[in-house]
């Protein structure tokens, strides 16, 4: 369905009567209203988790899993708001009375969601995207992923409700459902849009960044995109973990049918006997996965059609498919292998192939590896299967990788995104379309913040976070100084 300019116009001025009732919510308020809306989600019971069951295949205790995820990211967002760090108030008078400036972070405007369609909950409709944009004082227009509607629609349904609980307008969140471009392409367009933030593919991240652009008044599109999440096997850490390393690998691979973009889809090691070990064990260990369903036939279409092409190339060899029990809409898992020669060569072997595959690339010595360090595009994750021995001796790899990544892995694999502070989700592009930010952890707030400066107002007339009373009790920098007071 495609929503018409009309109806579109009418979404987006409720959208900007929501964000001037936001404007008046200090942080405080708006961390009172996020646990509202988190509450409203919480008591969605059996029939959210049923329904998303139904539209995505994905299992129930995963989805059980990512619902308490969401209700805690909603959490810990309004906590990290409700003490105002990132309204980062700063206050500096001249003493002799010639200035008396105060700066804080306000919401940039109504931003655009676009609902990500691997996971129905905590990256889509109710996730963090939408936590984040209003926890800066912002209103939301979701447009819901067309693969989980009806999920779609409880959540928003959830998120009405603690609206409504709180006294807000129902213009703070608007839910779109349109299974049409053109939809998405008109929201990004519309002059009252100040914002917008996607999770999915290279191709629709870059095409929204490109419209968001292309504006007389340039927006910013925060896309997270493809990442391969490469891999780096170094050779003394595989004298004791080749089994161990081998399981986990391949059970980071196919989690979730490999639906996430922290999937580890490429492994790179030095030629030697030891990587041949390792090949065995990946080989044994891919056997025991059996096929799963996709979350739609869009992406099984493009795993299907991905996986045939490195099947048909002439640089890359099968090393193993996983369980072959299919039914409709299922993929199996699958290992290919090819040599860092050909990986310079045909530099399309890096880009991602969304589900279960990876690719193993054999170095024929460091300088080789370095050089396929050098050749990687950003990542959104980067890992080091490494002793410690391993990062000293090529630390030069090391030093390298800091600037492919978001997040660098000292062993472990990328799969778990843990919701924190600490958290850097993105990367340098493609993975993401501005490495300076992260869309998972509190600070994905900063996104949707802009700063404004007030030169000697009244007090009366100064946002609470920028009053002399400080009535907030909001940490600020006074006069050079850290204070509460
Ligand atoms: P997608 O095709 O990028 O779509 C995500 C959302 O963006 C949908 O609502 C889609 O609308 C919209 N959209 C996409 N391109 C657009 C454009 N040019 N203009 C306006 N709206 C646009 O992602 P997907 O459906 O989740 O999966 C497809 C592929 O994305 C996968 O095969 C995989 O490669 C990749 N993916 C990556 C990640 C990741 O985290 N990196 C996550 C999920 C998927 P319509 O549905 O109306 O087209």
Redesign the pocket.
Known sequence: MIWNKNEIDRVVQLAEAGFQFMQQCNVDQRAKLMYAIAAEIESLGDVLIETAHVETALPIGRLQGEKVRTVNQWRKYADAVGTGIYSEARIDQDPNGQFDLRKYNKGLGPVVV?????FPFA?STAGGDTASAIGAGCSVII?????HVKTSQLMADAIDRGLAKFGAPAGVFNHIV????????QL?QHPLVKAVA????????K??YD?GQSRPDPIPVFA????INPVFVLPDYLNNQVDGFAKQYIGSLALGVG???TNPGVLIGLAGEKLELLKAHLKKELATISAGTM??P??LE??DRLTAEMKRHDGVKLLAVGGNEMQGGMAQAMLVETDAAQVLADPTLLE?V??PFGLIITCSDEDEMRTIMESLNGQ?TLTFAASENDIRKYKELFVLAQDKCGRLLFQGMPTGVEVQYAMQHGGPFPASTDARFTSVGPDAVKRFLKPISFQNWPNEFLPMELQDENPLHINRLVNQQWTKE
């Not at 996607?198 to 991240?205: C, E, P």
């Open positions: 676009f609902g990500a369609s691997n990256f447009k819901a992923h067309p693969a349109a299974d049409a471009m053109a939809t998405g392409q990004v996607f999770t999915g593919s290279f191709k629709g991240g095409s929204l419209l997270e995109m493809g990442s639906q996430f973009c979350l739609h869009g992406i493009n795993y991602e969304f589900g959104i």
